[in-house]
């Protein structure tokens, strides 16, 4: 968390710096834009701790039982779990508010084949996610999906990868992101969470996902939580 706060701190200081530049003073607009880069640097590649599963208990778990970086969301859905992870897995992207925006600025309008950052209509995300280099590495109904991909490296394998070649790539140079969808009965409803965790191979690895991830990450969280909120509105409807 340090370390989004203080990239995510930098950043707005070098805009801040950039404007009053033009505004302001540019001396002033100087010394905040250069505290910035410092910040928003010192922040990218300050250290990530290893976290590690004490006793697994999820799919997730058996397949990231150790990481670097991660989120967690969660919402009470009040619906049974078979209808709700029924929309988990025919969820189309544009039922996600903002996602196309988001996901549209992320590429910075680039086109790109159809996958996570550039989602086709009339098709479920979950499947676009695999066809654009995801891998399903686990799908329990109604519990538990979860789905992985090598988010550093992923240029030096051969691909479509299978579950085993996910699970058993430890050499380094790599980082890999692995996200699951879990429902669990509560109440009359159910509680729905998603969880993100990233594993790097090699400290060369954790430095250079860990500035990309510092700066995306408010944009990552935003996007999974509206996507809870879609699940929501689907499971309802």
Known sequence: MLGVFLVQAGLTMVVAGLVATLVVDVSLGLVLAVAGV??????????????????PVSILDEFAPEWHFSEFHERHVAAPP????R????????????????????RFGRPLPPGILHAPKGEPLIDVAVRGGFVVLGEDPPRELVVGMVVVGQDRLTLPLSAADYRGLVGPGFAKGTMNFRVTPAGAGSRVTTETRVHATSNAARRSFGLYWRIIQPGSGFIRRMWLRAIERCALA
């Open 87 to 106: 929309v988990i897995r025919e969820l189309e992207a544009g039922q996600i508010r903002f996602f196309h925006v988001l996901t549209w600025l992320r």
């Open 82 to 85: 078979e209808r709700v992870f």
């Open 38 to 55: 410092g910040a928003a640097l010192a922040g990218g590649f300050l250290p990530a701790p290893t976290q590690r599963v004490a006793q």
